[in-house]
């Protein structure tokens, strides 16, 4: 499993080897890359990680990953530490929009078929109403399938939905 999480100042870094730059990875202000142990005492040493040092507007961040310059260069680490937010923001708003109460599926594949189905559905929610939708909307689609709702049920509430959007926007 591949890391890439930051790094405390108070962390205490063995150096192993400093690692070359190139010029994508100073464009991307990487100022530092080395192998590392983390610890203090031999006894308590991390496996050997990598670490990437880069500049932001305010300060310096280290960056710890368990992965090499051949799989990932120290600029796309630089990088995907950057765009985390956007990744915890679409996270999050899978959670919210599939409630992540109950599952109707019991395996793996199931539950990635679920999520799929909710996402697809959630994209087209957001096509035909110009809105991301909400939670009830989705509850409404869950109620749909298990046949708790009618389809006249479902479409009555994505109108309402739609409409709602419709008065936001002219006041």
């Not at 280290?62 to 796309?76: C, I, Q, S």
Request: aromatic content about 8%; overall charge positive; some cysteine.
């Amino acid at each position: 499993m591949a890391l890439v999480v930051r790094l405390r100042d108070e962390a205490v870094l063995n150096v192993e080897e400093e690692l070359p730059l190139t010029e994508a990875d100073r464009e991307a202000k990487v100022i530092r890359a080395a192998w590392v142990w983390l610890g203090c005492k031999a006894r308590y040493r991390s496996i050997r990680l990598r670490v990437v040092w880069v500049q932001t507007d305010k300060e310096v961040l280290r960056l710890v990953t368990n992965l090499g310059p051949e799989e990932l260069t120290a600029a796309e680490v630089a990088l995907l530490y950057k765009q985390r937010w956007q990744i915890e923001l679409f996270f999050r708003r899978v959670k919210c929009i599939l409630g992540c109460r109950h599952w109707l599926a019991e395996s793996p594949q199931g539950v990635a078929i679920e999520i799929y189905l909710a996402l697809i559905a959630a994209l087209l929610l957001q096509l035909y109403t110009g809105q991301a939708p909400n939670r009830r909307m989705m509850e409404l689609i869950q109620f749909y399938l298990l046949g708790v709702a009618t389809l006249e049920e479902l479409w009555a509430g994505v109108e309402r939905e739609r409409a709602q959007l419709a008065r936001r926007k002219k006041s």
